[in-house]
């Protein structure tokens, strides 16, 4: 681990967000092209130094397991002995989010599988009757289930958006599988209950899209202009990113899933109770919608331009009791810092790994 462990120190000053006052709602062995490529060539590899956002283009084949109710497409990168981590993406984005941060984890010794989540990619479902349900606690299961037939025990966990809930999700349901956590936005666990308090004007706004999905124009219109909608997404969350073309492209055909648009409503519907979920999940939902603590040692993270609606850290600092440190990333981050600052999101799940 020496080699991530020399990157420059992450100063993060510990000061308040600005924000509103509510939890955001929000085959081959897997290898990066570039490393695998330099790797087969004898050709020396980008220094851990040298690797900023953009270094990696590519992904190698991905593998395909049959994991709880899907076939799960996932990438995987490092040792295959390594101490596990999981990188779990959000919404409107998919694995390309960790296509930097991986090989920097890959180096120093981890064993990194990056799966699509439901929806997406090349994830599917095994039975044409499952429900397309995105409800917290079904997604938290997905990486249990996948844990499982990959045969990993533990691992560390850490994502953003989808992916930052169902690591807390997973670190308060089973946190005998979790070795640490890294979740952007802190603490995202909520219930359609919890839901119910209306928003003040600003708050309200900013959740314009999930009030749009509420309806079935809503529905239509998401399928419509697919590729629009997300990149509209992508330019508000993350107002100082300057992505291009390529970029946004490489992500944007996961969402050629076929259930990618009913997940995504789902998603937005049961979180507001417009949706009902499944029964089988009731016991699971009871207890997340206790709000627990997460009691595994954890990184909260916030980019300084995150222009998703998102708490204030102090909001969400007593969900965690276990060793914890929140990181505010400067240089005008916004909402999907994994891509945008790939090597402080490294180091944030290496130090949550060294607690444990």
Known sequence: MDTIKTLEHIDQPRRRLFGAAAVTIAAAEFGLAGIANAQSSGAARPSVSAIRPGTYTSFAPLKQVDAGLLNVGYAEA????????????????????????????????????????????????LSSATMRNAQQSAVGLD??????????????VAGFDWGARTADVMAVLWPE???AIVSVSGYLISSPAGNQTP???????????????????????????????????WRQASPKWNFDDATYNRTATSFNNPDHVDIVMHDYRWRLGLADGERKYDDLEKRLAALPVVTVPAITMEGDSNGAIHAPSTAYRN???????????????????PQEAPRAFAQAVIDADSWA
């Open 78 to 125: 490092g040792p295959a002995d390594g101490p596990a981590v999981i990188l779990l993406h959000g919404w409107p984005y998919d694995i390309y989010s960790f296509v930097d941060a991986a090989p920097l984890l890959a180096s120093a010794g981890y064993h990194v599988v990056i799966p699509y989540l439901r929806g997406y990619g090349t994830t599917s479902f």
């Open 199 to 233: 928003w003040p004007p600003q708050a309200a706004f900013a959740f314009w899209y999930q009030y749009y999905f509420a309806t079935e124009v809503g529905k239509a219109g998401y399928g419509k202009y697919l590729d629009e909608f997300n990149k509209f997404i």
């Open 177 to 179: 599988r979790c070795k």
């Open 143 to 156: 990486i249990i289930a996948l844990m499982d037939a990959l045969k990993i025990q533990k691992a560390t």
């Open 319 to 337: 969900k965690f009791s276990g060793k914890y440190d929140y990181r505010l990333i400067t240089g005008g981050v916004g909402h999907n810092l």
